[in-house]
C-alpha cells in the first residue's frame, strides 16, 4: 500500500519521464517516431523475402499472397514490446544507478517508465501493422478486441521475468551480459518466423515450454485467422507472468536497501 501511495505522489515524475524519454529518443531526428516502427517493419520485410517462397504454402487458412508477411508481423508485433521491456527491465537498475543514488523517489517507479514509453512504442508499431494490413488486403475483425487482454500478459511476462533478472543482475553483472544472447536463443524457439505445426511432434511440445509461445499463438489467431484467442494456450503464459511478478516483488522489497548500496 506504501508503494501505491508513493507511485501516485511521483505520478507526474513518472509521466514527464515518459515524456522526456521519448524526445530524447527523437532529438534531432527529422522522422522522428517514424523510426520506431522502421526498425521491426524492417526486419519482417527481409524476413519475408528471404523465406516467403519457403514457408507461405505452409500457412493454410489465409488466402493471400502475402499471407507470410502477414504472419510475420502478428508475430513480431508481440515480440517486438517482450523483448524491449525484457531487456530494459534487466538494466534498469544499474541504468539509472546516478539518478537513485542523487534523487529521492520510489524505484519501484523505474519499471512503470519502461512500461509506458514501451507501450507508445508498440502503438505506433500496432498502427502501422494495420494500415500495412490493409494496403495488403487483409481486414482485422472483431477478434482485435482481444488485443488489450494480450499487450497485459505480454507487459506482465516481461516486467516479471525481466524485473527478476535484473536485481540479481545488480548483483551478478554475468546476468546482463548473458541474457541477450539467451534472447536470440529465445527468438527462435518460439514460433515467430516459422510455423510450429512444419515441426515434429516431439518439438512442437518443447517450444510450449516457453511461455511465449502461446502469447504469439494467440496474436496470429485474432491478426491473421481472425479468431478468437484460445485460453488454454494462455494459462500457462499467465501462470508463469504471475509468479515471475510476484518474485519479483519479493526479491524488490528484500534487496531494496542493499542494492542501494551496491550501485
Partial sequence: MNQLRAIWAYRFFIISSIKTEFKTR???SRLGGI???????????????????????KLPGIDSQYAYAIYLMAGMLSWSLFSEVFTKSL???????????????????????VTGSALIN??????????VFGLLGHTPTFALLWFPLLVAITLALALGLGLTLGILNVFMRDIGQMMPILLQFWFWLTPIVYVSTILPPKYQDILLINPMTGVILSYQNIFVYSKSIDFNTLIYPITIALISIFLALFMFFRANEEMADVL
Avoid: D
Fill in 26 to 28: 527523437f532529438i534531432r
Fill in 91 to 113: 538494466n534498469i537498475f544499474i541504468e539509472n544507478a546516478n539518478l537513485i543514488k542523487k534523487m529521492a523517489f520510489p524505484k519501484i517507479a523505474l519499471p512503470l517508465i
Fill in 35 to 57: 523510426w520506431i516502427v522502421l526498425n521491426p517493419l524492417a526486419q519482417v520485410a527481409i524476413y519475408a523475402l528471404v523465406l516467403s517462397a519457403v514457408l507461405s504454402a
Fill in 122 to 131: 508498440n502503438m505506433f508499431l500496432f498502427m502501422a501493422v494495420l494500415v
